[in-house]
């Protein structure tokens, strides 16, 4: 009986532990702001964030060091960290103002990691094609491991990875077919 009483509360710590887990961070550029709330435009869709008056401030962008709620502009790009509801609604535990890079717009590739030499690697693409990949300092990544980089394409199209999503495999597409002559012939 004691046991089962144990692994009842186990588990139910080790739920709440996985909620914990969850809480999460939501990065964007602002599309519109309340005194209580943002919506953010991510690559993932529109995410609603509320703040409030625990929300902390902190700023990434050296001539906007001194930043509140007030400074907060459309457009600004932010990372908003907190706790997700069952909605999807963070609540912010923080708001860090990001720099806006006038560079490249960011995307993603997603493939398989063909070979790598010091940080730069080869990524066999959907459409099987060799795409050159700068990848991070801290990238720990093998060849033929399939991959999700997000970045921006640089100078004589280098991607340049910023984060590395490693994946549990995938399957690359041969698109090439068969032409009449590769048949064998009936005699």
């Given at each position: 009986?004691?046991?089962?009483?144990?692994?009842?509360?186990?588990?139910?710590?080790?739920?709440q532990v996985n909620q914990?887990?969850?809480?999460?961070?939501?990065?964007?550029?602002?599309?519109?702001?309340?005194?209580?709330s943002l919506t953010l435009a991510s690559?993932?869709?529109?995410?609603m964030v509320t703040i409030n008056q625990d929300t902390v401030y902190e700023s990434r962008v050296k001539s906007r060091k001194k930043f509140s709620q007030k400074?907060?502009?459309?457009?600004?790009?932010?990372a908003a960290l907190g706790e997700v509801?069952?909605?999807?609604?963070?609540t912010a535990k923080k708001i860090v103002l990001l720099p806006t890079t006038n560079s490249q717009p960011k995307t993603y590739l997603w493939g398989?990691?063909?070979?790598?030499?010091?940080?730069?690697?080869?990524?066999?693409?959907?459409?099987?094609?060799?795409?050159?990949?700068s990848l991070p300092s801290s990238?720990?990544?093998k060849a033929n491991e399939f991959v999700i980089l997000t970045g921006s394409f640089g100078k004589k199209e280098i991607f340049n990875a910023?984060?590395?999503?490693?994946?549990?495999?995938?399957?690359?597409?041969?698109n090439k077919t068969s032409t009449p002559s590769a048949t064998p012939k009936k005699k």
């Open positions: 009986e004691l046991k089962k009483e144990i692994a009842s509360k186990a588990a139910l710590l080790k739920q914990r887990l969850q809480n999460k961070a939501y990065v964007g550029s602002i599309k519109t702001k309340t005194s209580t690559v993932s869709g529109p995410k400074d907060l502009k459309e457009e600004d790009e932010v509801d069952e909605i999807g609604v963070l398989q990691i063909v070979s790598i030499s010091d940080k730069l690697a080869t990524l066999k693409n959907r459409e099987n094609k060799n795409v050159a990949v990238a720990s990544v910023e984060f590395i999503f490693t994946t549990q495999g995938g399957v690359l597409k041969n």
